[in-house]
């Protein structure tokens, strides 16, 4: 069964903590009036040869995708809306 989690933003909530904040318990989610709450696309550093860097950012848009089915789904929102935000 999934635990029940309340998270909170009193800061700013970015990358990870985006994505942790919206993984709390609906109804449990709360941010301060002065949080910042910030999605961002996956990111690091590519190296290597044109076949290391393809392999790379096919994983990176595998990872977004993943991101932004899962941040739907926490929040309840359309994958359409979390794509365009």
């Known amino acids: 069964a999934p635990c029940d989690v309340a998270t ?6 970015a990358s990870m903590g ?6 709390g318990t609906k109804g ?7 949080a910042r709450i910030l999605m961002h696309q996956p990111l ?3 190296t290597g040869g044109a076949t290391d860097i393809a392999i790379q950012a096919e994983q990176f848009a595998v990872i977004k995708k993943e991101m932004f089915r899962l941040n739907a789904e ?6 359409e809306r979390i794509e365009a935000d």
């Not at 449990?28 to 002065?34: C, M, N």
């Not at 926490?74 to 994958?79: A, C, H, R």
Request: proline residues 4%.
């Open 18 to 23: 985006e994505f942790l904040l919206a993984a």
């Open 74 to 79: 926490f929040t309840g929102q359309t994958l």
């Open 28 to 34: 449990k989610r709360y941010a301060l009036p002065h």
């Open 8 to 13: 909170y933003a009193m800061g700013m909530a």
């Open 44 to 46: 690091g550093g590519i």
